[in-house]
């Protein structure tokens, strides 16, 4: 898979998973934009990799298609969009469910991979380089596919990007664009505060880190369109994971056809 002179715009990208993919792809030869809520870190890795910073809180559309424009007018195109930022609420009692803290944790999970999403296709039916890769690379976890009991918001959330994603997929297939979800277990990022990190380890618990998951990051956008709509599964240790759903039988499927253009 040749990926030299072409672009990705990463979300997220200034630490943890973003920051691995964003490296990765810089070294595939790639052009990076890096896309950040936290300016500093994504100046930071933009200039390790040779790329352009875009802070932006992705919880805003606004923010999120301007910095899809800001990368397309430095580049003159986007083919990869790795939309990878996101946020856990802690687990507690639904009874008492922040309701702000609710909203942020969808804006940020589900509506920047669906505006970013319909973003990156915008960006992406502008270019196309014949038999080279288009892909949209959305983020979600292990609890989009296992649910995870302790936060069942978060895996809410990641369900939905799951969910999405699949149901996309075989659409922009159509037009030569691909799209996958990664589903990392737990990650060495931020996103594992230092203490129970310890545990974790001290449980015997290993956590992935998060090259793995550049690793299949990688792997999703070199795979044919006819394994769109997959979720590559990252464990610790271990090579990604192409996770197949079993069919279900029944008569929805006369009427469950993708839309095309």
């Known amino acids: 898979m040749d990926l030299t002179g072409l672009t990705a715009l990463v979300t997220g990208g200034g630490s943890g998973i973003g920051r691995s993919t964003a490296r990765r792809l810089a070294g595939e030869g790639m052009k990076v934009c890096v896309v950040d809520l936290d300016e500093a870190a994504a100046t930071a890795v ?37 939309l990878n930022a996101g946020v856990s609420l802690p687990p507690g009692d639904i009874a008492d469910l922040d309701a702000e803290s609710y909203r942020r944790s969808l804006a940020v999970n589900i509506d920047h991979v669906v505006f970013g999403t319909g973003a990156a ?31 069942a918001i978060y895996t809410l959330t990641k369900h939905a990007v799951v969910g999405f994603i699949r149901a996309l997929a075989p659409e922009l297939a159509t037009e030569g664009i691909g799209a996958h979800v990664i589903c990392p277990g737990l990650t060495d990022t931020a996103m594992v505060p230092q203490d129970r990190k310890a545990a974790l380890i001290q449980a015997g618990m290993p956590l992935v880190e998060p090259e ?24 610790p240790g271990q090579p990604p994971l192409r996770w197949v759903y079993a069919e279900v039988p029944g008569p929805h499927k006369r009427i469950n056809i993708p839309n095309r253009r």
């Open 46 to 82: 933009a200039e390790e990799v040779g790329g352009v910073p875009i802070p932006a809180d992705v919880a805003d559309r606004s923010a999120l298609e301007d910095a899809f424009e800001r990368c397309l007018e430095t580049f003159g195109r986007i083919d990869v969009a790795h």
């Open 212 to 235: 793995q998951i550049a690793d299949a990051v990688l792997a999703a956008i070199g795979s044919p369109l006819e394994v769109t709509g997959t979720c590559w599964i990252g464990n």
């Open 121 to 151: 296709v915008r960006a992406m039916r502008l270019t196309a380089a014949e038999g080279r890769p288009r892909a949209v690379v959305a983020t979600s976890s292990l609890a989009g596919i296992d649910p995870f009991f302790p936060n």
